[in-house]
């Protein structure tokens, strides 16, 4: 085990499968000579050439169709978004063509390729530059979406994604991507920890309970899986227990955890960063619904961003999403508390 | 290396030496705004964050040009735009203040440094999607042909938004519907840290153009006088043939990409050297030269001049730092129309 920070658990994972399969090869905008525009590709230029590692210019619409074409005829190809927000442009890309290319022409074709990038709110990146658009790709069929919230899962999700014979749209949390090993720990010992076995993998469709709790659930993932952890810590401080359940992968999506946690607590609440209407956090409320309702012994809560294109302010910025604060807020409505 | 600057080496006749000053001022102010602006962030608790991307070293273009528009012109642009608006005359207070979140500024502080705009001057924004404000320019150019005027709209971009297929779709339709937009590519010599030629298959953006049959021409983009006089050209033709045009102006950023581009990245594709050799080729520098030849500016008065756009800048600065932000019921307003 290492303590790792979230970057360098996503350059071991692409290191160790470039390493493993010299099919996996790398294309984006300064992936190479510029040594990744946050650092994570650094030194691969120099160790993989570039038929490895692309550098390419600021055409996101071939980026992702080099990688589907690449896929179809048998590499592995990662394609990294600078930022996922630039992924639209290529939007048809993904879901007109890698999403639909192997049931369209019944199963002759795989497209095992990756899209990766940072995602999410930052720091005041306004509304161009901070979505997390894990909804637009979760809702079409033929693709995967992960979104990792640790380091552990950062590195073990990539590899699986990489190995993958479908179309995985990997959505990594800007938030997390430099936070330091001691932070993470001092929100629960273990979260920076990551294994260091080369073929340790996580599997795709398998929530995590990040923490055990009795009195509430709380159902999250990537970054806002963190801040219902540190609410956790809050309501601790309350006397009320609540269980952190991180879902790892939205397609496929793991709702057997969930939902076994639900037997235990009886109370839900599913954070989304983003908006919530029809996103996300609506799809696994209504299978909590559906399948979890003589469990229940409150209305599930959703608690998501609000409505708006990003704001750039920063006061404006802390209202557009969610914080432990109002998940804790959340919590205590199912559990008709103050 | 300079593109253009072998082209016409010779002095234009009879300075319109009021403009002129009148620019340098300008272009000296904007300098000062931007190094501002570099320092307010770097020191931190101004509430800039997130991306900010200056315009030092290219001062000339966005004076000469928006310089030869008329009032009721449009123009828009990429993230790099507080030279825009100040070339424009709004306020330098405002776009601080948005630059800074507040809610004095030009977008009541929602959309930061990247996005600028002043509707009422027709400055349609800038916008932080590389190549995203191009079709955009069409839509402008089209409402100017259907209503019939002979306005035109200028849309700024970087060179690395050439390499979008968003550009060529709109080029081509612009050139076939005869739209009167002026196509200005800021020719920086970079996206980021990838040069031109490392992305460009084709590295002379003039001649990417030929297969749309626009009018087209590169420019040195140092030297306003020699641009706006060309430009003014190219603008009053336009507005007799209401067609579009595309101007490759030849220029270089002396900062990093943004804040975030610091010395240790820039090192990965450009040298100390070069950006001396263009610090040599300072707009500024260049136009100071020409006025004081001309006997039309002392170095008292550029000395003073420098000193008033410092002022100025700390005081757009200042004038941020008072203001208030954004109260929380903005958070829901403006969505909708
Ligand atoms: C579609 C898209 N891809 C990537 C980016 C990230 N990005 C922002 S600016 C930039 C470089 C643009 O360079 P250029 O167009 O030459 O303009 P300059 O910054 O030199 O003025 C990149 C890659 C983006 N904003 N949009
Ligand atoms: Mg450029």
Redesign the pocket.
């Known amino acids: 085990m290492a303590q790792l920070r979230y970057i360098d658990a996503l350059k071991l994972a692409l290191t160790e499968e470039m390493d493993r399969d010299d099919s996996v090869f790398i294309v984006g905008e300064e992936v190479g000579q510029y040594q990744g525009t946050l650092g994570l590709t650094g030194g691969f230029l120099q160790k993989y050439g570039p038929e490895r590692v692309v550098d390419t210019p600021i055409s996101e619409v071939g980026i992702i169709g080099m990688a589907i074409g690449s896929a179809m005829a048998g590499l592995r190809p990662v394609a990294e978004m600078m930022r996922m927000d630039f992924s639209l442009p290529a939007y048809d890309q993904i879901a007109q063509h890698a999403a639909k290319i192997r049931y369209m022409f019944g199963g002759q074709f795989k497209v095992p390729m990756v899209v990766r990038g940072p995602s999410g709110v930052g720091n005041q990146l306004s509304a161009q530059h901070s979505q997390s658009l894990e909804t637009l790709f979760a809702h079409i069929p033929g693709l995967k979406v992960a979104v990792p919230a640790t380091p552990a899962d950062a590195k073990g999700l990539l590899k699986t994604a990489i190995r993958d014979d479908n179309p995985v749209m990997f959505l990594e949390s800007l938030r997390m991507y430099m936070e330091k090993p001691e932070r993470l720990e001092a929100i629960q010992p273990g979260l920076s920890e990551v294994p260091d076995d080369p073929e340790w993998m996580v599997p795709f469709g398998q929530a995590q309970v990040l923490r055990e709790g009795t009195d509430v659930t709380l159902i999250s993932y990537s970054t806002m899986s963190i801040a219902c952890l540190r609410a956790a810590n809050q309501l601790a401080e309350q006397n009320i227990s609540a269980e952190v359940v991180d879902l790892r992968t939205l397609l496929p999506l793991d709702m057997e955890t969930p939902l076994r946690s639900l037997k235990k607590t009886h109370r839900a609440v599913v954070v989304q960063e983003q908006w919530g209407l029809y996103g996300c956090a609506a799809e696994i409320s209504a299978q909590l619904a559906e399948r979890g309702f003589y469990d229940l012994d409150a209305p599930v809560q959703r608690v998501t961003g609000a409505f708006v294109p990003m704001p750039y302010s920063k006061p404006l910025e802390d209202l557009a999403y969610p914080n432990a604060d109002d998940i804790v807020a959340a919590a205590k409505r199912t559990l008709f508390a103050q | 290396m300079a593109k253009a600057s072998a082209a016409a080496a010779a002095a234009p006749p009879a300075l319109d030496v009021q403009k002129y000053r009148r620019f340098h001022e300008q272009m000296v102010h904007i300098r000062e705004f931007e190094e501002t602006c570099h320092r307010a962030f770097q020191r931190g608790g101004h509430g800039i964050n997130g991306y900010v991307h200056v315009y030092s070293g290219e001062e000339a273009i966005a004076v000469g040009i928006i310089g030869a528009l008329r009032e009721d012109d449009y123009f828009l642009g990429h993230y790099r735009d507080h030279a825009y608006a100040l070339a424009r005359g709004t306020d330098p207070g405002a776009v601080m203040a948005e630059i800074c979140g507040k809610a004095t500024g030009t977008s009541k502080g929602k959309g930061g440094s990247m996005h600028i705009c002043d509707a009422e001057r027709g400055f349609y924004g800038g916008y932080g999607i590389v190549g995203g404000n191009v079709p955009i320019a069409l839509g402008l150019g089209k409402a100017i042909r259907y209503r019939g005027g002979d306005q035109i709209c200028v849309c700024f971009f970087?060179?690395?938004s050439m390499n979008q297929g968003a550009f060529h779709e709109t080029l081509n339709m612009c050139q076939l519907y005869k739209l009167p937009v002026l196509w200005v590519v800021?020719?920086?010599?970079?996206?980021?840290g990838t040069s031109i030629e490392r992305s460009h298959a084709n590295p002379d953006l003039t001649d990417r153009i030929n297969s749309y049959a626009m009018k087209r021409e590169c420019i040195d983009g140092q030297d306003v006088v020699k641009l706006h006089t060309r430009v003014s050209e190219i603008v009053k033709e336009m507005r007799e043939t209401h067609e579009p045009f595309f101007l490759e102006c030849d220029t270089y950023?002396y900062h990093g990409h943004g804040a975030a581009d610091g010395p240790v990245t820039q090192k990965t594709y450009r040298t100390r050297e070069e950006v001396e050799f263009w610090r040599q080729r300072d707009p500024i520098l260049i136009l100071e030269r020409v006025l004081m030849e001309q006997k039309a500016l002392s170095e008292e008065e550029r000395d003073r001049i420098h000193q008033e756009a410092r002022n100025a800048a700390e005081a757009a600065l200042r004038f941020s730092d008072e203001s208030p932000n954004p109260t929380p019921d903005e958070l829901l307003k403006d969505v909708y129309a």
């Open positions: 970087g060179d690395g800021e020719n920086n010599k970079y996206a980021m950023r």
